[in-house]
């Protein structure tokens, strides 16, 4: 689980972009136990939204962000209503 604690405005606990997760229901490695990653923009980058681990990923490879995990583990499952909406 990707937490976003700078960077684009949005309604999420630190008041920036929705959290990013790994998986969700139906995924074949889904689980409700979550890593957390503290998420970190450097400055000077231009801000965006990223919606999947792979863009988290990317951004980091050019040094244009850093995630930190301090070593907490949360449950939080994901719900699925019927028709997929999460």
Do not use: H
Request: aromatic share 10%; proline share 7%.
């Amino acid at each position: 689980m990707y937490v976003f604690t700078d960077g684009v405005k949005g309604g999420r606990p630190f008041g920036f972009q929705p959290d990013v997760f790994s998986s969700v229901p139906g995924d074949k490695d889904y689980t409700p136990l979550r890593a957390v990653n503290l998420v970190n923009w450097k400055e000077g980058v231009t801000l965006r939204e990223l919606k999947s681990v792979e863009d988290i990923k990317a951004v980091e490879e050019k040094c244009e962000l850093t995630a930190f995990r301090p070593g907490v583990v949360v449950n939080m499952p994901i719900v699925k209503w019927q028709g997929g909406q999460r």
